[in-house]
């Protein structure tokens, strides 16, 4: 792109009597800079801010450039600075900052620094050294100056997305917000590497000439000094910063529908963020530099780090390596499959069992494989995607019962008699409400009707019933045809399984296409699930430790003014709005707690909560410390 050429950074810095009046850089190849100096030379001097007495030109050699590619841009139409303000709130919000009031109150603070604030996002304790010039972020452009030009003059826009797009690569920025200390111009920005470049139309009064910059940092201290050094050294280019306006032969066209969709789903407050949990799963982990009390967590029992698990784990990779090699019908089992479907199905008192990548494969799988055009489907309204995915790609007709209503499935079974097969299916506990599936009634039901039955125990197993079993053995009644559970939850490794009959079992090895046309799992994922299964059938206490805190973790939030419900370990507290579920959420993460905000697709709209998970080894204290944080973080 730049050629074998070096390249130079050319900076201009105006001021007059010592006051900062303008300055801008460009990185361009060594026969541009003549022309690049000359016309940042031609932009001091002509100023709407007034005329410089004096002016500077550095020019310097560039270092080691990193290319990152642009942001995105989108804008907000706002038409006073308080609705630009509030959209800034909004957005910032669906990223989990959450002190959004104190946040704008120090920006205030902001408009007499030549510099930008660096804030620690959750304390708003300011981080850089030198409080009266803040940090600035020098040494980029826009990769097209640098591939051809020397400066094509004045362009505030590109400029604001080039820096933009170089504050978010800095480690442990998580966004910014910017508004121009120019009096006539009323348009700011938010930026982050999940929302993008967001230019807010109004967020300010005419006339104000207050302006400023804050960069907010979640990390460690540690890493502060070199977050800055970034910001204030490293070269950057910004490739494919897009131009104002639409452009008929813009390469990007063919992508403007996928990006209007997003849009869409930051509009509706549904843009998803990961966050990077730096240790093992537990209930407490070190996210993003802070040590939080997890309630986000599947692994209910705890199994994920036991030392037995662990070491298991780690015994088979020493002896069969970390891949499998392929699916087990073109390469084998290997020992640790086979040792874990026997221990299955001996677990869920079934004739055999089938393991699978995932828990997701499983549910498609069965599903596919048993059902296609010709038959039905009967499938609970609350079910999990995976199931919903399955019954999809089956092309079977597919009808949705209500949630849980047996009475509304007979109805149904009765109305796909001349079906050639019916497959009733149902999660066992309800993934999103904690709720239970009437078990005996279900078989009752399915029974009558001759109808396969099929529950997907993803939540039961290692949770329900007095040894872990599951619903079975919650209910103490007789099994379904197809029992469907994963590895991935209370046993803390990674897969899916089937319990069922031989028959079952030997079918699905021969016309399910997750089996068959995917590399099974690594011989270590299922020495893992198999060693937890044991530490599960040693210590019963667990199952009922995750039950014992579900129940108190709803005693408490009943305490303190909150009404839920929960079967298991997973406790939804409603929220109802997403945009709020998705603030409760950043309020607890303030507070020390990690719940995560669940919302449409998973649930349906304006049924938003928060999806707290309990999980074996949290203690009394801990519990009541979520209950309280959850409350302070609902009422804010
Ligand atoms: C009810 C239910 N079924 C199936 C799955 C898929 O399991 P896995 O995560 O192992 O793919 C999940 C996981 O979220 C689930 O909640």
């Known amino acids: 792109m730049s050629g074998d050429s070096p390249l130079y950074c050319v900076k201009m810095r105006a001021s007059r009597d010592g006051a900062h009046i303008s300055g801008a850089e460009k990185i361009v190849p060594a026969s541009a800079v003549p022309g690049t100096a000359e016309a940042l030379a031609a932009r001091a001097l002509a100023h709407p801010k007034g005329s410089p007495d004096d002016v500077r030109i550095k020019v310097e050699r560039a270092g080691e450039i990193l290319h990152l590619p642009s942001l995105p841009v989108r804008t907000y139409k706002t038409a006073t600075a308080a609705e630009g303000m509030a959209k800034a709130a909004e957005l910032l919000a669906s990223d989990g900052v959450a002190r959004l009031p104190e946040i704008f109150a120090r920006f205030r603070e ?3 620094m030549r510099g930008a604030m660096l804030l620690d996002a959750d304390t708003l304790e300011r981080l850089e050294p030198d409080r009266a010039r803040g940090v600035r972020a020098t040494y980029m452009d826009d990769a097209e100056s640098a591939a051809k030009r020397s400066a094509s003059g004045k ?6 997305i080039v820096l933009a797009t170089k504050v978010q690569a800095a480690p442990g920025v998580i966004a910014e917000i910017c508004v121009s200390d120019d009096p006539d111009y009323l348009t700011g920005y938010v930026a982050s590497s999940t929302l993008g470049y967001c230019r807010i139309t109004t967020i300010k009064e005419k006339g104000d000439p207050a302006g400023g910059r804050i960069f907010l940092y979640r990390g460690p201290r540690e890493q502060v000094p070199e977050t800055i050094r970034f910001l204030e ?4 280019l910004v490739e494919g910063v897009p131009v104002l306006g639409p452009s008929p032969e813009a390469p990007e066209t063919r992508w403007r529908g996928l990006r209007e969709d997003l849009d869409a789903v930051r509009d509706a407050g549904l843009w998803r963020t990961i966050r990077t949990c730096e240790s093992a799963a537990g209930p407490h982990a070190r996210i993003e530099g802070r040590d939080l009390l997890v309630l986000s967590s599947n692994d209910y029992l705890d199994l994920a780090r036991d030392p037995r698990v662990v070491e298991a784990a780690a015994r088979a990779v020493r002896e069969f390596g970390t891949g499998s090699g392929g699916s087990r019908l073109t390469t084998g089992s290997q ?6 479907e026997r221990h299955l ?3 869920k008192g079934t004739e055999d069992a089938l393991i699978f990548g995932t828990g997701y494969m499983a549910n498609v799988g069965v599903i596919t494989a048993i059902c296609g055009k010709g038959d039905a489907i009967l499938s609970d309204e609350l079910n999990h995607a995976s199931i919903i995915d399955g ?12 949630h849980n209503d047996m009475d509304d499935l007979s109805r149904k079974l009765s109305a796909c008699r001349e079906h050639r097969r019916r497959l009733v299916v149902s999660d066992a506990v309800f993934s999103m409400d904690g709720d239970l599936l009437d078990l005996p009634r279900f078989l009752e039901t399915t029974r009558r009707h001759d109808a396969f039955s099929m529950i997907d125990e993803a939540h039961a197993t290692g949770v329900l019933g007095a040894t872990g079993r599951g619903l079975c053995e919650h209910f103490s009644c007789g099994h379904p045809d197809i029992l469907m559970g994963t590895l991935s939850k209370a046993l803390g490794a990674e897969g899916g399984f089937i319990c069922g009959s031989r028959l079952l079992v030997d079918y699905l090895r021969n016309r399910s296409r997750p089996f068959i046309f995917s590399t099974s799992l690594p011989p270590s994922v299922a020495a893992a699930a198999d060693a937890a299964l044991s530490v599960l059938e040693a210590e019963p206490w667990r199952a009922e430790a995750v039950r014992r805190n579900a129940r108190s973790l709803v005693g408490e939030l009943a305490r303190l003014g909150i009404q839920t419900r929960t079967e298991s370990a997973i406790v939804p507290i409603p929220v109802g709005d997403e945009t709020r579920a998705v603030c409760a959420s950043a309020a607890l993460l303030e507070r020390g707690v990690w719940i995560p905000a669940i919302r449409y697709p998973t649930v ?11 999980m074996a080894t949290h203690t009394d204290e801990e519990i009541r410390f979520a209950a309280g944080a959850i409350a302070e973080a609902l009422s804010q």
């Open 335 to 340: 020992p640790p499959h086979e040792a874990l």
């Open 110 to 112: 902001t408009y007499a």
């Open 345 to 347: 199905a001996a677990f």
């Open 233 to 236: 050294k490293q070269c950057v």
């Open 604 to 614: 349906a709209r304006g049924t938003a909560r928060l999806r707290a998970a309990v």
């Open 155 to 160: 362009n505030h826009y590109a400029e604001a």
């Open 391 to 402: 019954c999809r790609l089956s092309r079977a007709d597919v009808l949705v019962y209500r």
